[in-house]
Nanobody
Framework: VQLQASGGGLVQAGDSLRLSCAAS????????MGWFRQAPGKEREFLAA?????????IYKESVRDRFTISKDGDSSTVLLQMNNLKPEDTAVYFC???????????????????WGQGTLVTVSS
């Protein structure tokens, strides 16, 4: 399973960014997907996860729920994270990850994920 995250960059406060995570088609049938971020000197934190077996279910970190949206890009094997109204404190390396569908109840916990992408840097200037 390979995951390729992209879409990071340098933006100003209030701007938007859309991150993408390209995954193999097999990944999307056997795994649910999550986004995390890690700022310098801080622990990796959960942002959002998506499950699409039997319909689409999403879950968010409460503090980003109103600004971030996780979705699947149509019929492609890509998971998106739309981030709006970005703030300087959103500056971090953002990671996508895959977790077995049997572990949906653990999606908030980075240690439960099976595969990780390489990360993409988001820098928000004030």
């Amino acid at each position: 399973v390979q995951l390729q995250a992209s879409g990071g960059g340098l933006v100003q406060a209030g701007d938007s960014l859309r991150l993408s995570c390209a995954a193999s088609a097999r990944t999307l049938s056997d795994y649910d997907m999550g986004w995390f971020r890690q700022a310098p000197g801080k622990e990796r934190e959960f942002l959002a996860a998506i499950n699409w077996s039997g319909g689409v279910l999403t879950i968010y970190k409460e503090s980003v729920r109103d600004r971030f949206t996780i979705s699947k890009d149509g019929d492609s094997s890509t998971v998106l994270l739309q981030m709006n109204n970005l703030k300087p404190e959103d500056t971090a390396v953002y990671f996508c990850a895959a977790i077995s569908t049997t572990k949906w109840r653990y999606v908030r916990f980075s240690g439960k994920y099976d595969y990780w992408g390489q990360g993409t840097l988001v820098t928000v200037s004030s």
